[in-house]
């Protein structure tokens, strides 16, 4: 057909068990009146908790939406605004949020933000800006999906996993860190930085200052970059609390050093503040060059005026941000017991974990085999018979089979807890089936929803029994 490489290639990874989870659920996805028996959405990492919140927030401070300063209108000043550099006041806004959920133990100079559309865009700008086609960065496993598309799609640049596993909670060892760079330097390939999610996406937890300092000796005896992806930062719901990579920097006295000039930030208003659509993300380097570069590339990718007049507003409204900030993390810690609560109903553990929009479960019990191929087996069943899109650790690029990330914070809590009712039925039928293929092939979600309504009438006419008593 002629096209280019880029349009034929399959490094994208749409094929991926994570987004076509995406589009089952797009065929049939559950709503309570309309769909009762469709698939619920647990494959996707948004925060839907603290809506209310920012719609108070914008009904209190009704200018800000409206292309209006004190009562004045401004829409042609935001129509005709196009400097890649963004607004300053934004920015300005921007750091001061960062630094506040940071608890304020490190700051950030707005003149070495760089605004970008989302993280997804400041990843894969800051990996132009680092690396040349074929060149590698290494990652922990498992990693979110996404960074196969973004990290090397378009860029050329190879992912080479550092392997962690289930032995030490998935944590990052310096053998897995020598092994990775030693895999990539055998292959000729040349590894120009360390990619870490923090909190981990998909794992659910913050990075310990050990293997924060380990990351940085890294990067720093081998001269190579650290990317650190703090796009949850926001979202830490339990102690340990969170130290970005910055904090440690500050604490090793790493004020004027080379490797300081080694270490980038990529934030996003995705996951904190629950806004994907309104792209809206950061690179943030202490590296003038890369500042400079990534500037100039973000005009592929730049955050629209009014968005960023808008949440100058709201962020730099400190009283708001501060109680957003705690309330938010309030609703997940809640929602994470749910869920975490749910499945151990149901005898399913989940690595324990204090961050993040989902839980990284563990089903290996389930698998008829300790293969990806049981793994793909038992995510079909989930996802057709169950009616619950979760995202199998395989797509995670997990070592293990049998690991599962469920997101909970993108639905109602009536919702999750359907989900964890439909989930525990499946558990049960299998232990109670001395077939479990024969349960396999029978399951199926309308099966389950005569189970609970039995259930519930049962439930339900007891209690009017217990009424009658007391009465
Ligand atoms: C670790 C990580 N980085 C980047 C992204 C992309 O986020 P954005 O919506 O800001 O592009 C996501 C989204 O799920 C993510 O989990």
Same mark, same amino acid.
């Given at each position: 057909m002629n096209l280019s490489s880029k349009a034929t290639c399959a490094s994208h990874g749409q094929d991926s068990s994570y987004f076509l989870g995406w589009q089952e659920y797009e065929k049939n996805p559950y709503d309570e009146v309309r769909n009762p028996d469709g698939i619920i959405q647990m494959g996707l990492a948004e925060n839907q908790l603290s809506f209310d919140l920012l719609e108070s927030w914008l009904a209190e401070n009704p200018d800000a939406a409206s292309f209006r300063r004190n009562g004045e209108s401004i829409f042609r000043e935001l129509a005709l605004f196009q400097d890649y550099h963004g607004l300053p006041a934004f920015k300005n806004a921007l750091a001061k949020f960062m630094a506040e959920i940071r608890g304020n133990k490190v700051s950030f100079d707005p003149r070495n933000l760089v605004l970008t559309a989302g993280s997804t865009s400041a990843n894969e700008a800051l990996v132009f800006c680092l690396a040349e086609p074929g060149d590698a960065f290494l990652l922990p496993t498992p990693y979110y999906p996404g960074f196969d598309r973004d990290l090397k799609w378009r860029t050329g640049v190879e992912i080479v996993p550092i392997q962690c596993t #289930? #032995?030490?909670?998935?944590r990052i060892t310096k053998p897995a860190l020598e092994e990775a760079y030693d895999t990539a330097r055998n292959r000729n390939i040349r590894v120009k930085g360390i990619l870490v999610t923090n909190p981990s996406n998909p794992l659910g937890i913050t990075l310990s200052d050990k293997e924060l300092n380990l990351l940085i000796n890294f990067v720093e005896s081998k001269e190579i970059h650290l990317i650190s992806d703090e796009i949850y930062s926001g979202t830490v719901f339990n102690s340990p609390r969170f130290t970005s990579v910055m904090e440690i920097l500050l604490d090793r006295n790493y004020v004027d050093t080379e490797v300081r000039n080694r270490v980038h930030i990529v934030y996003s208003l995705s996951k904190d503040l629950g806004l994907p659509g309104f792209r809206v993300g950061a690179i943030y380097s202490n590296n003038p060059m890369v500042v400079a570069t990534a500037t100039k590339m973000s005009s592929f990718g730049l955050v629209s005026s009014q968005t960023q007049y808008l949440l100058s507003a709201m962020l730099s409204d400190e009283k708001f941000a501060k109680n957003y900030v705690v309330e938010n993390q309030k609703r997940l810690k809640n929602r994470h017991m749910m869920l975490v609560q749910g499945m151990e109903d149901a005898g399913i553990s989940c690595l324990e974990s204090n961050a993040g929009l989902f839980s990284w479960v563990d089903m290996r019990h389930l698998l008829e085999s300790d293969t990806f191929e049981a793994e793909m087996e038992l995510w079909k069943k989930i996802v057709y018979d169950v009616g619950l899109n979760i995202s199998p650790g395989s797509s995670c690029h997990c070592l293990e089979p049998g690991w599962f990330r469920v997101c909970f914070a993108n639905m109602s809590e009536e919702t999750l807890n359907l989900a964890m009712q439909r989930l525990k039925s499946f558990v049960d039928s299998i232990y109670q089936s001395n077939d479990s293929y024969g349960f396999f092939h029978n399951f199926s979600v309308k099966d389950s929803r005569r189970r609970l309504l039995k259930k519930w009438v049962f439930r339900l006419s007891s209690s009017d029994r217990g009424l009658e008593r007391d009465r």
């Open positions: #289930s #032995s030490n909670g998935f």
